[in-house]
């Protein structure tokens, strides 16, 4: 099961991912674990702590404030690739269509329960030691929602084109392509519907309030002008738009990383105080994980079944790389030419189709090389902390990522809220010994916190403790 976060400036990207049983690698004799897809979740969990956590300090890691594509940016899609590819393997032991729909439908329920207690506001952890949502501010959008909806799809198109899997398919990667052809149908309806809207919807004016307390202008009424149609700026935008009108913009995210562009900040890439002359739409709520965007991403999920099946279907190592290599690169170079030529930008937020061919090509691209160096030169050990964390996913995600436990901690304090151990540890023993805030929060996020409950994983998995979704 797996989870994931981003930011630290933008505390959007969280998010979660689950599997029923460890992945197994097929094999003529007995089926062994596929312990590279353990270290590629595990270090996806990782990448989600340390830009969340460290992103602030190091924007290059952090979400890119509008186009573009930096380190936090490839964690929600990393994710979603991972869930793709878990499901034929996870999916194949079910015999029972029936069974199987219900257990993809009840994971689907749970994912949903988590994203909204843990997105949606209830928890205030780690720095505000408060708890509880105001249901008309609740944010329903979310990492775990997002990946809820591309979980239930390709899961469901999974469970009902299943019929010809009985052969043993062999060595065409086009062959793998026509087996699944309702796959590829549905991401085809998928990327209609979407480029449909985005760039044929139109967005007329609208205005907000801002309901941000910590806000310079909270309490104002602003307007943003727009009238236009298959515009990808941040206030005219379709994503935006349906977004407003079907959740309500005061259920949206209120802090989203575009706060930091250059139009908006005088500090950008760094967090700061708004420009005096930035427009209205610097101050109104963007939900990077809406509902045309999240319809987009279920694109990635599709992509990582492939490599499912491809894992599943052939046999030998060296055909599976020419698949996933070939197919990596081919996704890689579409959306840089895409990016590049100005035709469609990279943009995470709005998930555009080079963002979608660029993230999944660097996951196949990834995955291959954990796939090289793991289960075929046999480097696993070198990976251990990572295939720790990748099997207990969901507690890493929650304990760590989502801050409960830091909540916790900064629950005992003495005397002053921010007099706490944790304080204690990332001032006195990271900031003021490297002289550099900078640093010090790095070294803090690396060895505090992924490193510390790289550990604590490891000790659950020697007691065979697991929480799985």
């Known amino acids: 099961m797996e989870e994931i976060k981003a930011d630290t400036t ?69 994710f979603l690739f991972i869930v793709g590819m878990a499901v034929p393997l996870a999916l194949k032991r079910m015999a029972s269509k029936h069974m199987a729909v219900k257990k993809v439908i009840i994971r689907t329920f749970k994912l949903l329960f988590w994203g909204v207690l843990l997105q949606g506001g209830f928890s205030h952890a780690p720095d505000e030691l408060t708890y509880g949502v105001d249901m008309k501010h609740i944010r329903w959008c979310g990492i775990l929602q997002r990946i809820a909806l591309a ?23 086009f062959s793998i392509l026509k087996l699944y052809s309702w796959h590829w149908l549905v991401g085809a309806i998928v990327l209609i519907v979407y480029f449909a809207i985005l760039y044929a919807a139109y967005v007329p004016d609208w205005k907000f309030i801002v309901h941000d ?33 079907v959740l309500g913009i005061n259920h949206m995210y209120k802090r989203p990383a575009w706060r930091r562009s250059e139009a908006c900040n005088e500090n950008s890439p760094y967090q700061g105080p708004f420009r005096k002359d930035a427009p209205s739409w610097c101050y109104a709520p963007f939900e990077p994980e809406g509902i045309l965007s999240s319809i987009s991403a279920i694109l ?72 090289i160096m793991v289960d075929i030169w046999g480097f696993k050990y070198l990976f251990m902390p990572l295939k720790w964390i990748g099997m207990n996913a969901m507690f890493v995600y929650v304990m760590a990522a989502a801050g409960i436990f830091a909540g916790f901690i900064n629950g005992w304090y003495y005397g002053d809220p921010h007099n706490t151990l944790i304080y204690w540890i990332k001032k006195h023993i990271f900031i003021n010994v490297w002289h550099s805030t900078r640093v010090g929060i790095l070294l803090y996020v690396i060895f505090a916190e992924i490193l510390f409950w790289a550990i604590v994983a490891g000790i659950l998995h020697r007691l065979g403790i697991y929480w799985k979704l």
């Open 213 to 245: 307390k910590d806000s310079v202008a909270y309490g104002k009424t602003f307007t943003v002008a727009c009238g236009v149609r298959g515009k990808l700026d941040p206030p005219c935008n379709a994503v935006g738009y349906i977004d407003r009108e």
């Open 10 to 78: 933008d505390h959007h990207h969280r998010l979660d991912v689950s599997e029923e049983k460890p992945p197994l690698l097929l094999t003529t004799s007995k089926p062994k674990r596929v312990a590279s897809l353990d270290i590629f979740r595990g270090l996806t969990v990782v990448l989600m702590i340390l830009v969340d956590d460290a992103g602030g300090q190091w924007p290059v890691i952090g979400h890119a404030p509008w186009n573009g594509c930096n380190l936090a940016d490839f964690v929600m899609p990393f």
């Open 151 to 173: 979980y239930l799809v390709v899961s469901l198109v999974e469970i009902f084109s299943r019929d010809a899997e009985a052969k043993d398919l062999a060595t065409s990667q």
């Open 300 to 371: 990635s999920s599709i992509i990582g079944v492939h490599f499912g099946h491809v894992l599943v279907h052939l046999k030998d190592h060296s055909s599976r790389l020419k698949h996933w290599l070939s197919m990596g690169f081919v996704l890689l170079i579409v959306g840089i030419l895409l990016h590049f030529t100005h035709a469609i930008p990279l943009n995470k937020q709005l998930y555009t189709f080079s963002y979608v061919c660029v993230t999944s090509g660097a996951a196949a691209l990834v995955f291959s090389a954990f796939y």
